[in-house]
């Protein structure tokens, strides 16, 4: 999904232009941190992948190993396989482990519905667990992310058409995972 | 699996996207109304709501940025 004009900052950056990749971070870091932190729950941990995958980006480029298409496709190509890398590690056993779910934060509400929220949020993170690793990506993709099928086609290495049935599948697996 | 539903969910998921709702596109497809429904609604009561992010922090933020 790159714009015409950006051709220029990716030719630069493919060169290992420092400005040029120093731009590319500030313009995708936030995107690549909120993708993360959807499939880790955790922000010191997204904080620590999303370091992690612009490091890989710079060391493929200096290795001569940069995007092929789509710059952007690659890069959240990069961090899905360090958050895959991260639970294989630990196993997949869950989605987000309590001990590194974010704490309840301090609320000027209600703070029983704050609590509730956040068991709210760890149900569906155990939701998204239980479904494959496909179906999550796309649910975290579309709705918690905001791609468009395009743009989740192009990052899944897949077409519209396959995603469209994807997200369909992905949504009625994840009903019935949370019925209870 | 029906084509249709495919279809009819990929239109219904954007303007979920865009916070404009779903009723127009259901009452639209009434015949499918009943089974896109309580799947639209996942998405938009349970999924939506894991949608805020919290804020980096600007320290670590500064320490990740690449060094070329």
Redesign the interface.
């Known amino acids: 999904m790159e714009e015409p004009a950006q051709d220029a900052l990716l030719e630069r950056a493919r060169q290992?232009?420092?400005a040029a990749?120093?731009a590319l971070?500030d313009r995708y870091?936030?995107k690549i941190?909120?993708y993360v932190?959807?499939c880790v729950g955790s922000?010191e941990l997204a904080?620590d992948i999303?370091?992690q995958v612009?490091?890989r980006?710079?060391e493929a480029i200096?290795a001569g190993r940069p995007w092929q298409t789509s710059f952007f496709g690659w890069l959240y190509r990069i961090a899905h396989n360090l958050v895959i890398d991260h639970y294989r590690e630990r196993s997949r056993a869950s989605f987000v482990d309590i001990d590194e779910a974010?704490p309840v934060q301090a609320h000027e509400g209600d703070p029983f519905q704050s609590v509730e929220?956040q068991m709210?949020?760890a149900r569906?993170?155990a939701?998204l667990a239980l479904i494959t690793e496909e179906q999550a990506q796309v649910?975290t993709l579309?709705?918690?992310e905001?791609l468009?099928?395009a743009e989740t086609a192009e990052i899944m290495g897949k077409t519209e058409g396959a995603i469209?049935?994807l997200?369909?599948?992905a949504?009625?697996a994840?009903?019935r995972v949370?019925e209870p | 699996?029906p084509l249709s539903?495919?279809?009819l969910?990929?239109q219904c998921?954007?303007p979920?996207?865009a916070a404009t709702g779903i009723n127009k596109y259901l009452d639209q497809h009434p015949e499918h109304a009943h089974v896109l429904r309580?799947?639209?609604e996942?998405?938009i009561v349970?999924?939506?709501?894991?949608?805020s992010?919290?804020a980096?922090?600007a320290a670590?933020?500064n320490?990740?940025?690449?060094?070329?």
Not at chain 2, 46 to 51: F, G
Not at chain 2, 63 to 68: L, Q, S, V
């Open positions: 290992a232009d420092p990749l120093t971070y870091v936030n941190y909120s932190y959807h922000a904080e999303t370091g612009f490091m980006m710079l200096k974010a929220t709210n949020k569906l993170h939701a649910i579309r709705f918690l905001g468009s099928i469209k049935a997200q369909y599948r949504v009625l994840l009903k949370m | 699996m539903l495919i279809e969910m990929a998921t954007d979920i996207l309580p799947l639209l996942t998405i349970e999924v939506q709501q894991l949608r992010v919290p980096r922090s670590i933020a320490n990740a940025a690449p060094n070329a």
